[in-house]
């Protein structure tokens, strides 16, 4: 087998006829090239194709080797910006709290909590609003990659929302994990200015979704209407209101139970007698003390007058007892 001939991108005319020129002296097959290009500059060289570079007659040779060309080139400016990328934080994710939100550890500025910027999942703890759809998938999936892992924050023009929470780019293992819920199709684009440093990376990465109706791209119309509305072709201008039961009626309090009356004799009125009241007889006054008192007559405590007879002690008292 000849030796492997490099071509350039360009497809060098000295080397399509230098192949041409050895094909007609031995086989090539396509793994003599480093490139489809290279085997491609041969086929065009000779259409007959005596080495059947074009085995499916599709009028491509060597469709299975990689291509140097534009899109190869594209894809390599793509990894040199990726390996531009200045962090700003490094951190460890702590809880999820939904598919587009997290919480990190330590707290960067005195805040724990990150919104991905440029992306939309579906929500699952909005208030007041059922679950949208394709939540719980976003939740759990965004759960498995990162809950517990290192990750890497870059930020925008703006680094804080509204409800304090930092903006971020997020990053695990150098892969931006904004850009792979739109590739999955667990998220929509969702940009606010100023912060769209990668709003056309994120434009291509949801187109590619909807094209394989990955995920939110892959729900019925009514269920995708349930969803935010960011002027992507989906979504209502509301999310669906969370049905409550109304609270019971509180149960009245019941009636105080009356004491029970003591049992009490019923006075019934009687004419008034005739007759009369008993008179109290009057009391008489008390006799004045006598000048003594004989104490052999068995008298006892005979008030006297001091001194008087019978009175030995001068007490006013008579024959004491």
């Known amino acids: 087998m000849m030796s492997r001939i490099l071509c350039s991108a360009a497809l060098c005319i000295t080397a399509v006829l230098a192949l041409t020129s050895a094909a007609s002296a031995q086989d090539l097959d396509c793994s003599d090239f480093d490139s489809q290009d290279e085997a491609q500059a041969v086929l065009d060289a000779d259409s007959d194709d005596p080495n059947l570079l074009d085995f499916d007659r599709d009028d491509i040779a060597c469709e299975s080797l990689p291509s140097s060309g534009p899109a190869q080139e594209e894809t390599e400016g793509e990894a040199a910006e990726e390996e531009g990328v200045e962090y700003d934080e490094t951190v460890t994710v702590k809880r999820i709290v939904d598919g587009d939100t997290i919480r990190i550890d330590p707290a960067v500025d005195d805040i724990d909590e990150v919104r991905f910027i440029g992306v939309d999942?579906?929500?699952?703890?909005?208030?007041?609003?059922?679950?949208?759809?394709?939540?719980?998938?976003?939740?759990?999936?965004i759960s498995d990659e990162l809950k517990g892992e290192e990750v890497s924050l870059e930020f925008d023009e703006e680094r804080e929302d509204s409800d304090d929470r930092l903006l971020a780019y997020v990053y695990i293992n150098d892969e931006m994990f904004n850009e792979k819920l739109l590739e999955e199709g667990y998220a929509q684009v969702y940009t606010v200015s100023p912060n769209d440093k990668y709003e056309d990376r994120f434009e291509e990465a949801q187109a590619e979704a909807q094209e394989a109706e990955r995920g939110i791209w892959g729900l019925s119309a009514s269920e995708q209407d349930q969803l935010a509305d960011w002027d992507n072709g989906i979504g209502g201008e509301e999310c669906e209101q969370e049905e409550t039961t109304p609270p019971p009626p509180p149960t009245p309090e019941p009636d105080p139970v009356p004491e029970p009356e003591p049992d009490v004799p019923?006075?019934?009125?009687?004419?008034?007698?005739?007759?009369?009241?008993?008179?109290?007889?009057?009391?008489?006054?008390?006799?004045?003390?006598?000048?003594?008192?004989?104490?052999?007559?068995?008298?006892?405590?005979?008030?006297?007058?001091?001194?008087?007879k019978g009175d030995r002690n001068r007490d006013g008292i008579a024959c004491e007892s």
Not at 121 to 141: I, M, N, R, S
Request: with cysteine; glycine share 6%; hydrophobic share 20%.
């Open 121 to 141: 999942a579906p929500e699952t703890k909005a208030p007041d609003c059922d679950v949208q759809p394709y939540g719980p998938e976003a939740l759990q999936f």
């Open 266 to 308: 019923s006075v019934t009125q009687t004419p008034p007698s005739n007759r009369s009241a008993p008179s109290t007889p009057p009391q008489s006054a008390p006799s004045a003390p006598s000048s003594g008192a004989d104490c052999s007559t068995g008298v006892k405590d005979v008030p006297v007058e001091p001194g008087s």
